[in-house]
RNA sequence: CGGUGAGUAGCGCAGCCUGGUAGCGCACCUGCCUUGGGAGCAGGGGGUCGCUGGUUCGAUUCCAGUCUCACCGACCA
């Protein structure tokens, strides 16, 4: 579907740019920075924004980008209500466990509601209510909408706000294969989109959260002021958040004769560090005790080799709790007897699980606190000496490591900046609200669902993030507020004027995306606010070029300048842009 | 919610320590001048100094409280 994006003519000077030279003070990242310099953006609140003329058309183009491939992937669009009433939050279960995101008040007769932060509830009930019959399926449906969520921290502009915009699409199949399909045919929706924009981008694998369900892939757009850390193996294809990422199987055992176990003196050797080089030993001869407790106060040991970091998430997981923290001083005193510093699992004074790391099964012989003030054990030998709960995966992998998934790779890090994220469902929602339909046998099945967003503010963000210099945006031309830009040196020059205007109506009647400068500004104000909004292409009309019949164009990506003849600007800069714009397939 | 810092003109800041009712740069308005990289000159408009209370003859300044915002941790498109 094509949304006209302009019905007026784009003169500059009657148009609603509103730059600004400086900096401003509260903007972190240079995408929010950007925007707000380039009169894309302004704040309203803490996290909500006004969509200003420049920055709505780019999001309406980045948004024609994802109807289109959603179109083309068979989702079907449809527009649910921001505002959803408690009962169908009350009746999945998230009413409760969803918390202070979500934003709740009451209407004149006291009954409840939510600013909807996402919209499984409802479309699941809307699909409750009309699908009766496997013959409907599959379906998927979705929405481009305004999605409220009251973060504990609204930062770095369009990129984490409490009020943004979202693309979010959920599939309706009768069984976990049929679901796969649709999976990855959004899967590769979405590879495409993020191509489309010119995007350097990475889908990894990733923890489900809150959203819940059995596996999900992020798109993950590279930028090193990315939230978020992704591993990808340099050799195969595997990546994934590195909440998610597996390490690798350590499967060498150590042969080393059993030595006795021994308490030695540490004093004020509280780290690991510290221990290791008292008693001039390797750091990965040690072992890490860590104590976390849950939201509903159990307690839980970690151990990990010395050098290595826990993955809190993959403990939190294991363990099946909903929230996890490090134990106060006072818990683990009452569990281990010690301080910390000198924690370890021998002589525990509570029976709580020890989660030990895998990488701990092949360390023989090790370095350990005693759970006593300045004491440590050597020579520690599992079996022997202790006992653990189970060998699980809770390290997080580092650069360098070996791939969990082929043999030869290393894994490297990024950053990242989550702009799409897909989940398989399967029927965690389906079940809750009981949406069912009869199979070809007239028995009635619970459905499988998909759940899939994109972040639209956030994806335009990111590309500005990623695509940008000293003077400013640098527009990758899919996601442009405008493909090219004529420009007009000096407004009271009649001769100028009227070839600037010409060439702007011409770009006009072949479907080019302009913008006519035709301020009364001195030239070095035009060129830098054209610079600062980011548009691909620029035409600069001046006196002197147009008395050997040129104007110039300068390509904002690359810097190059080139002189064209009046007759040939027109069709040259449209042909740039239709090369430019050529779909992958 | 915890930790840190900040609220003075549209934006960026100074003044506060050592109380006497506010200033600078940019932006804005008028005029002149200027027109290939945010020019120059002259004139001008705009502030209950976040809010509330206290101390004081007098508070932007000192004290207390409160609100808001930004940054660092858990959440997430």
């Known amino acids: 579907m094509d949304v006209p994006l302009w019905g007026c003519l784009m003169f500059y000077s009657r148009y609603f740019i509103p730059t600004i030279k400086e900096t401003p003070s509260d903007a972190e990242v240079i995408s929010h920075q950007l925007m707000l310099r380039a009169g894309m953006i302004r704040k309203l609140a803490s996290g909500i924004y006004n969509y200003l003329p420049l920055g709505l058309r780019s999001i309406r183009k980045f948004e024609n980008i994802v109807r289109e491939e959603m179109n083309k992937a068979d989702a079907i669009e449809m527009l649910m209500p921001s505002v959803q009433p408690a009962e169908l939050w009350q009746e999945s279960g998230r009413w409760a466990f969803y918390g202070k995101e979500l934003l709740r008040f009451k209407d004149r007769k006291d009954a409840e509601f939510c600013m909807g932060p996402t919209h499984e509830e409802v479309i699941t009930d809307m699909v409750r209510r009309e699908i009766k019959s496997y013959r409907q399926m599959p379906l998927n449906f979705y929405q481009i909408q305004t999605k409220f969520r009251d973060e504990i921290r609204p930062r770095f502009g369009l990129m984490r706000g409490r009020e943004f915009i979202m693309k979010d699409a959920y599939s309706f199949d009768v069984d976990s294969h049929a679901a796969d399909l649709s999976y990855n045919k959004m899967f590769n929706a979405y590879m495409r989109i993020f191509e489309r924009c010119g995007l350097n981008f990475r889908a990894v694998e990733a923890d489900t959260g809150s959203i819940g369900g059995s596996s999900s892939h992020e798109f993950m757009v590279l930028a090193d002021s990315g939230e978020d850390a992704i591993v990808s193996c340099d050799a195969c294809r595997y990546a994934a958040n590195v909440e998610k990422a597996e390490s690798p199987l350590f499967s060498a055992v150590s042969s080393a004769t059993i030595e006795p176990l021994q308490k030695v003196l540490t004093p004020e050797m509280k780290t690991i560090a510290d221990v290791a080089s008292f008693l001039k030993i390797a750091v990965d001869k040690t072992i890490k005790t860590l104590v976390y407790v849950s939201d509903a106060g159990e307690l839980a040991m970690a151990l990990l080799r010395g050098d290595h970091e826990l993955n809190e998430l993959k403990l939190k997981n294991h363990l099946g709790w909903d929230e996890i923290q ?260």
């Open 326 to 585: 490090m134990a106060t001083e006072e818990q683990i005193l009452a569990c281990t007897g010690s301080p910390v510093g000198f924690l370890g699992p021998i002589g525990l004074k509570q029976d709580i699980p020890v989660i030990a790391d895998r990488v701990v099964q092949g360390m023989t012989n090790v370095v350990l606190g005693a759970n006593e003030v300045d004491q440590h054990y050597i020579n520690a030998n599992r079996g022997r000496d202790f006992e653990v709960s189970g060998f699980v995966d809770i390290r997080t992998v580092e650069a360098g490591d070996a791939c969990p998934r082929c043999d030869s790779g290393k894994l490297e890090m990024w950053r990242g900046i989550e702009v799409g994220h897909v989940f398989k469902l399967g029927t965690k929602y389906s079940k809750a609200l009981n949406a069912t339909y009869l199979d070809a046998n007239g028995r009635e099945q619970i459905v499988f669902m998909g759940c899939y967003g994109i972040g639209i503010g956030r994806t335009v963000a990111a590309a500005i993030e990623q695509n940008h210099d000293e003077n400013g945006i640098i527009f990758p031309i899919a996601i442009a507020p405008f493909h090219c830009s004529v420009v007009a040196v000096n407004t009271k020059d009649a001769g100028v004027m009227a070839a600037a205007e010409e060439i702007y109506f011409c770009l006009e009647k072949l479907g080019v995306e302009v913008l006519f400068d035709d301020r009364d500004e001195r030239p070095g104000i035009k060129f830098k606010d054209n610079d600062l909004i980011g548009i691909p292409l620029r035409i600069v009309v001046g006196s002197k070029g147009l008395a050997e019949g040129k104007v110039e164009m300068k390509i904002r990506s690359t810097g190059e300048v080139k002189l064209l003849v009046l007759e040939e600007v027109a069709t040259t800069i449209k042909q740039l842009i239709d090369a430019a714009l050529v779909h992958p397939e």
